[in-house]
């Protein structure tokens, strides 16, 4: 069973491009989550989602940033206008389902610079 | 709201000797807790959790926690270090709301092996 996947690695962007991050959830989970490590930092949470629906985007930025988790295909996290401050490690999880019992499982991470 | 707070942004210590990292936790209600660990560059990879059951949990890698809720404390322990432990490791509670996990992390814990 393939771990939750996570591309690209690493993403390099000019200021004022888009930035496409891409998330393939663990097989049968349902449930993804996106979560921003700054340099130093702990994650924070940005984003939870299920097929189709936005759960709960409380950690999202009002501007720029969009999540999606289509019928098929991976979640995408979409930053638009990029600037210097997002430079970050963007991590997904996916779990089973939701409640505290089910943990999640992480990927690799998208390194995300911009120059 | 949920938090949790890792007393030491490094501890450093030898080959063979015990290791301890500190977290403490605010919850309005039982928490769920978690400490996972990440290597250089690396996803994140769950080292062990408590969900509300035995309060000393044990964990992959000789680690384990013990939950004590009299002190809101969730530390965690190692008896003998191994130079492959050295990592940052990072204590996260769980935000139980409306049904879905939204983890919480801590600012991490650097953890240094000296031969």
Request: net charge positive; proline share 6%; charged share 20%.
């Amino acid at each position: 069973n393939a771990g939750v996947m996570q591309n690209p690695r690493h993403l390099v962007r000019r200021r004022g491009q888009e930035a496409r991050l891409r998330c393939s959830p663990m097989k049968g989970h349902s449930h993804v989550y996106w979560y921003r490590q700054l340099p130093e930092e702990g994650l924070k949470f940005m984003v939870y989602l299920q097929k189709e629906n936005i759960i709960d985007e409380s950690g999202m930025p009002k501007e720029r940033f969009s999540a999606e988790f289509p019928k098929e295909g991976p979640s995408i996290l979409r930053i638009q206008q990029v600037v210097r401050g997002d430079s970050a490690a963007y991590f997904c999880a996916s779990s089973p389902t939701s409640g505290n019992s089910y943990e999640q499982y992480f990927g690799p991470g998208t390194r995300l610079t911009v120059t | 709201a949920q938090s949790v707070t890792q007393l030491d942004s490094h501890v450093s210590v030898s080959e063979g000797t015990p290791v301890l990292l500190r977290c403490n936790y605010s919850s309005s209600y039982s928490p769920s807790l978690f400490w996972y660990v990440q290597h250089p560059n690396k996803g994140l990879q769950l080292l062990l959790k408590y969900t509300s059951a035995a309060t000393l949990v044990k964990g992959i890698n000789g680690f384990e926690a013990e939950f004590k809720k009299s002190e809101t404390s969730f530390h965690l322990t190692k008896p003998s270090a191994h130079m492959s432990d050295a990592a940052e490791y990072f204590c996260v509670v769980s935000a139980d709301r409306e049904g879905f996990q939204k983890l919480v992390f801590g600012t991490g814990t650097r953890l240094l092996v000296s031969p």
